[in-house]
């Protein structure tokens, strides 16, 4: 078993766009629609934030959004706040097993 | 309200045994996909065990063996029985919910975590 890939930190001034990559394989992220992210800020819980690569729970603002391409999956923040500045998990299914990504450290600068 | 809180964990000694609670309210444990996810500290998540509805369990490679999910629903409850416990097991444990909604794996409830440490 094996962690998704992230970059291990992006950053980005508020107002502006980030991009987080979740690398994965042919038998995770590239053959399931089944991608989910995550944002954790420090002490806390993990909050879902994108399910099933594109799907937004109530509540979570539309500033937040998901694709994918392949086997990667992305998680789009547009309209940066400080409060998005936190670590970012993608999830991915893979038959019995689901695998998260390394995090992400956000900076909100 | 719908949440899920933590409880059991601690210091524990390489080798040792220590079981985790989950008591779930607002929501029937049965009747839904319960997982447990870990974070060492400083580090990422990692998938360690789900309890599908119908009772069928899976486990990550690094706890198969070691460690065992299951509930009471009588206590709408849901355990980690852990034990050859090691250092490497040192994390923060929560439990979470799968989110009915999804058609993937996702995880909308989760609890606020109990501590495990494994030295000596």
């Known amino acids: 078993q094996s962690a998704l890939t992230q970059p291990r930190s992006v950053s980005g001034s508020p107002g502006q766009s980030v991009t987080i990559s979740c690398s994965g394989t042919s038998s995770d992220v590239g053959s399931y629609d089944y991608v989910s992210w995550y944002q954790q800020h420090p002490g806390k819980a993990p909050k879902l934030m994108i399910y099933d690569v594109t799907k937004r729970p109530s509540g979570v603002p539309d500033r937040f959004s998901g694709s994918k391409s392949g086997n990667t999956a992305t998680l789009t923040i547009s309209g940066l706040q400080a409060e998005d500045e936190a670590d970012y998990y993608c999830c991915s299914y893979a038959a019995t097993y689901t695998y998260f990504g390394g995090g992400t450290k956000l900076t909100v600068l | 309200e719908v949440q899920l809180v933590e409880s059991g964990g601690g210091l524990i000694q390489p080798g040792g045994s220590l079981r985790l609670s989950c008591a779930a309210s607002g929501f029937a444990v049965n009747r839904n996909y319960m997982t447990w996810v870990r974070q060492a500290p400083g580090k990422g998540l990692e998938w360690v065990s789900v309890?599908?509805?119908?009772?069928?369990?899976f486990y990550a490679d690094s706890v198969k063996g070691r460690f065992t999910i299951y509930r009471d629903n009588s206590k709408n409850t849901l355990f980690l029985q852990m034990n050859s416990l090691s250092a490497e097991d040192t994390a923060v444990y929560y439990c979470?919910?799968?989110?009915?909604?999804?058609?993937?794996?996702?995880?909308?409830?989760w609890g606020q975590g109990t501590m495990v440490t494994v030295s000596s």
């Open positions: 309890i599908y509805n119908g009772g069928s369990t």
């Open positions: 979470a919910r799968e989110f009915v909604v999804a058609r993937g794996v996702a995880f909308d409830i």
